[in-house]
């Protein structure tokens, strides 16, 4: 099977952009999560869907949103970008419950100047 | 919070030594894994241990959980300078909700 897949690998945007990121879920898996990487927060999580539908959020602001597709593919966005969005944004899926195994995607390395 | 915290947050050992990082937790969960990620990459998943449960292994990893303690430690055994990464627990508490720790930072010097 093959791996998560996550478009695209870098990204480079200024303050006030918006940027839309894409996951691709191992086929079969429902459940998507996304999860913000600094090195002063450490990981954490943004949201998960399942379903198409967000069963789960994190503490961030309404900035940032997801959705996810019949397919169980999933985007998300952020809108007006700030220089602390400067990150690594992984995606994760599982078959059902987000408590499962997490299969992670290598990530997008978003550089916000 | 909810939070694992990993102890300690950086640890340097020779090759062929055991590591030993430790995990501890907050509140009751249902399940804990552990992860390790190289450098800037995803994360991949080494061990998952149910709340019932007390020690897995799988080759070098030994995995225990303390429920009484909320704590749960990962050992490596004869390490490799592959190993050399960030090792994450990740505590499954609730309804759906994954919260991951802060990390331990392994470096294996040959």
């Known amino acids: 099977k093959a791996g998560v897949t996550q478009t695209p690998r870098y990204l480079i945007k200024t303050r006030g952009q918006q940027v839309t990121l894409s996951c691709s879920p191992i086929?079969?898996?429902?459940?998507v999560s996304w999860y913000q990487q600094t090195p002063g927060q450490g990981l954490q999580f943004l949201f998960e869907y399942f379903s198409e539908t967000q069963r789960n959020k994190g503490n961030f602001p309404g900035r940032f949103s997801g959705r996810q597709f019949s397919n169980s593919r999933s985007e998300m966005n952020v809108s007006t970008l700030e220089l602390g969005d400067s990150a690594l944004y992984l995606c994760?899926?599982?078959?059902?419950?987000?408590?499962?195994?997490?299969?992670f995607g290598p990530g997008t390395r978003l550089l916000v100047l | 919070s909810q939070q694992g915290e990993e102890d300690p947050q950086a640890l340097s050992i020779q090759e062929g030594e055991n590591a030993t990082m430790n995990c501890s937790y907050k509140t009751s969960i249902n399940n804990l894994q552990w992860y390790r990620q190289n450098s800037g990459r995803g994360l991949v998943h080494l061990i998952l241990i149910r709340s019932n449960e007390r020690e897995k292994h799988s080759g070098r990893l030994r995995v225990t959980l303390d429920t009484s303690k909320k704590s749960s430690s990962l050992l490596i055994t004869a390490s490799r300078a592959a190993d050399t990464a960030s090792y994450f627990c990740?505590?499954?508490?609730?309804?759906?909700?994954?919260?991951f720790g802060q990390g331990t930072r392994l470096t294996i010097n040959p």
């Open positions: 994760a899926s599982s078959l059902g419950s987000s408590q499962e195994t997490q299969y």
């Open positions: 086929s079969g898996h429902r459940s």
């Open positions: 990740a505590t499954g508490y609730g309804a759906q909700k994954l919260v």
